[in-house]
């Protein structure tokens, strides 16, 4: 499974975007990017899953550049509730993959 | 709620005792897999049944074992408990053919 690198902690305020980005040299040709939040003492729970170009759902956008190398979720519009960790992971899409979670990126938004 | 059930939601033993955690998937998920999240190791996946059969292994300890039984509920069995054991253990399931999981609540396991 390719290797995830993201930044450790970032610090926001509510009504802000923001912009969290994961590298991933080594991503597969059948690999996408999935990205999960977790809560304190919660399960993570799904956000947003894209293979190339632009992925928008309800609570995200991820955007894929070209060469995959790199992903970015961003999150408009920040609340307090958004203060979780959120994880990056690339792998297959087979249905029977196994999640490699990285140490995560533990976003802080405040009032 | 992710449909997702797991029990107990927290648990105390004592070293060297046996527990079994148990998972229930949402309806129709055939996967199911087991996570360990501790303070200085993060999330790890432990191991993945689909359909009753061992899918993949993952960072799981000979002192542990999972199995899925027919009607697709799993079962996690930790024995010869070590302090090191203490941690939230997670089971997730997902649908055949998506790669989405989805998380219960979590076992809270306490060794003292």
């Known amino acids: 499974l390719a290797k995830t690198t993201q930044p450790i902690s970032m610090d926001s305020y509510e009504g802000q975007e923001v912009n969290i980005t994961c590298s991933h040299n080594?991503?597969?040709?059948?690999?996408?990017i999935t990205w999960y939040q977790q809560f304190p003492s919660q399960g993570p729970r799904f956000i947003i899953q894209?293979?190339?170009t632009k992925v928008t759902n309800e609570v995200a956008s991820l955007f894929i550049p070209a060469d995959r190398k790199s992903s970015t979720l961003s999150l408009p519009r920040v609340s307090l509730s958004d203060t979780a960790v959120y994880y990056c992971?690339?792998?297959?899409?087979?249905?029977?993959?196994?999640?490699?979670f990285g140490k995560g990126t533990m976003l802080l938004v405040s009032p | 709620d992710s449909g997702v059930t797991q029990t107990p939601k927290h648990l105390i033993t004592a070293t060297g005792q046996r527990v079994t955690l148990r998972c229930s998937p949402r309806?129709?998920?055939?996967?199911v897999y087991w996570y360990q999240q501790s303070l200085d190791q993060g999330l790890q996946f432990l191991i993945q049944?689909?359909?009753?059969?061992?899918?993949a292994k993952g960072n799981i300890l000979e002192r542990f074992s999972a199995q899925q039984f027919p009607d697709l509920h799993s079962e996690l069995n930790l024995s010869s408990l070590e302090l090191g054991d203490s941690a939230l253990y997670f089971c997730?399931?997902?649908?055949?053919?998506?790669?989405?999981?989805?998380f219960g609540p979590g076992t809270r396991l306490t060794v003292l």
């Open positions: 049944y689909y359909n009753g059969e061992e899918r």
């Open positions: 309806s129709g998920d055939l996967s």
């Open positions: 894209g293979y190339k």
């Open positions: 997730a399931s997902s649908p055949r053919g998506l790669d989405e999981q989805f």
């Open positions: 992971l690339v792998g297959p899409n087979s249905g029977y993959s196994t999640l490699t």
């Open positions: 080594n991503i597969a040709t059948n690999d996408y």
